[in-house]
């Protein structure tokens, strides 16, 4: 095998732009090292900002509605 299909961006690349990865199948990661680099950098920067990279996903709107959800949950628990 010397191509490979990045599951991230679809591109076909050439197997050694896959890092090693003992888990997967084929010995290789499933995502590409471009795409990987740039989920990398998305999180650190999430972090420096003070953002939980969990929580980047949601909207503001679906934030509140997330964190709202989440201390009626804590709370709940810490009452048992």
Request: glycine letters at 4%; hydrophobic letters at 25%.
């Amino acid at each position: 095998m010397t191509t490979k299909l990045c599951n991230k961006c679809g591109r076909t690349l050439d197997i050694r732009q896959f890092s090693r990865d003992r888990h997967q199948y084929d010995g290789r990661a499933c995502y590409c090292k471009g795409c990987l680099r740039e989920r990398n950098k998305k999180y650190i920067s999430l972090k420096e900002m003070g953002l939980k990279p969990s929580l980047a996903r949601f909207s503001s709107v679906e934030l509140l509605r997330e964190v709202e959800l989440r201390l009626r949950y804590n709370k709940k628990h810490n009452e048992l």
